[in-house]
């Protein structure tokens, strides 16, 4: 079943990351909860905010570190794991009340099989929420911005984030749920927009906030950043509204239960 909500205006910056307010309520009341793909631990620490015993798991351990320092500073407690959900994950069959997972499963080398591993470790009837980048015309916020990297630097250049979109429609992200054995699959789209001044503002922000755009930023000579700015400019006039930019930005959701 696919449905699409409709977020509104969305601010330039936000406490809590895009989709995530969605993801608690669907595993609102849950106690038990793993995090899976859980990077800098922004989402996991949410769920340690709203209640629940919190447990997030990645593959890098950098990231985790920055997960523990972000709950030490949030006044939160929770368990983060290294661990791979391409692989057999470490922890008992039917433990968690409620999985979750951000950005995470467009990333997986087979995502049916990584399904399958984390409703294993789900109690029965317990619940499995994630989310993904809708596709990348649905995105321009992202797609541009690599876009106008290709046109000014080369296609080698903007050959980065390949995983972004996958799995973005609503009907295929439903099925890889269904095909993974999990029961009351809904798909629906969450949509917002990114609000900015102008080009040059969201260049800035993403070269910033975005390790894919950070690293090309470093590498840029005062002309080669001017043309990518111009260049995304250009991508995205569509987009003014007056005096900012009010860019699209959409996600699909999908919730499950064992």
Do not use: K
Request: glycine share 8%; charged share 25%.
């Amino acid at each position: 079943m696919n449905r699409e909500r409709d977020r509104g205006v969305e601010p330039a910056s936000e406490p809590a990351p895009f989709g995530t307010a969605e993801l608690l309520a669907a595993v609102a009341g849950a106690r038990r909860v793993l995090d899976a793909g859980c990077g800098s631990g922004r989402l996991t620490v949410a769920l340690a905010l709203s209640g629940a015993e919190v447990t997030g798991f990645d593959t890098s351990g950098a990231r985790l570190d920055d997960a523990r320092r972000r709950a030490e500073g949030a006044g939160v407690e929770l368990l983060v794991v290294e661990a791979d959900f391409n692989a057999t994950l470490p922890f008992d069959d039917a433990l968690f009340e409620a999985v979750t997972s951000r950005l995470a499963l467009m990333a997986a080398a087979d995502p049916v099989a990584t399904l399958r591993e984390l409703r294993r470790v789900l109690e029965p009837d317990g619940r499995l929420v994630t989310v993904v980048w809708a596709a990348l015309a649905e995105n321009p916020w992202f797609a541009a911005p690599r876009e106008a990297i290709a046109v000014v630097l080369g296609d080698e250049r903007a050959s980065f984030a390949r995983a972004f979109g996958r799995l973005g429609d609503p009907a295929e992200a439903a099925a890889v749920h269904v095909a993974a054995g999990l029961r009351g699959v809904e798909a629906s789209v969450v949509r917002g927009h990114v609000v900015r001044a102008d080009a040059s503002e969201h260049w800035e922000l993403l070269s910033r906030e975005n390790g894919h755009f950070r690293r090309v930023a470093a590498t840029l000579s005062d002309a080669e950043r001017d043309a990518v700015v111009a260049e995304v400019e250009a991508r995205l006039a569509r987009y003014r509204e007056g005096d900012h930019l009010s860019v699209p930005r959409a996600l699909v959701l999908v919730t499950a239960q064992r």
